[in-house]
Nanobody
Framework: QVQLVESGGGLVQAGGSLRLSCTAS????????MGWYRQAPGKQRELVAA???????NYADSVKGRFTISRDNAKNTVYLQMNSLKPEDTAAYYC?????????WGRGTQVTVSS
């Protein structure tokens, strides 16, 4: 049974930074693709960033150059460093683990960016 627990959300002013963390349990973490998604009120959930077991990354165009995804396999943890935050980054952020055809989700952590 895979469990994902996010932390690190909060309220920050525009231009500020936050780092999200997601710790996984119950999985062979090093071979799984991990990602961060976000969902703003009234909008669909969207991919923010993902990282494969081999360390390959991809980002939404809206966050390229501002956000960085990384992972520490020894700690079963994936991180999302968010810099130069904008009010439009305000959303609930969800950690995701993909294994084959299965998707696992955390409960989410709220990020609010004030202007």
């Amino acid at each position: 049974q895979v469990q994902l627990v996010e932390s690190g959300g909060g309220l920050v002013q525009a231009g500020g930074s936050l780092r999200l963390s997601c710790t996984a349990s119950g999985s062979i973490f090093s071979i799984d693709t991990m990602g961060w998604y976000r969902q703003a009120p009234g909008k669909q959930r969207e991919l923010v960033a993902a990282i494969t077991g081999g360390g390959r990354t991809n980002y939404a165009d809206s966050v390229k150059g501002r956000f960085t995804i990384s992972r520490d396999n020894a700690k079963n943890t994936v991180y999302l460093q968010m810099n130069s935050l904008k009010p439009e980054d305000t959303a609930a952020y969800y950690c995701n683990l993909k294994r084959g055809l299965s998707n696992y989700w955390g409960r989410g952590t709220q990020v609010t960016v004030s202007s």
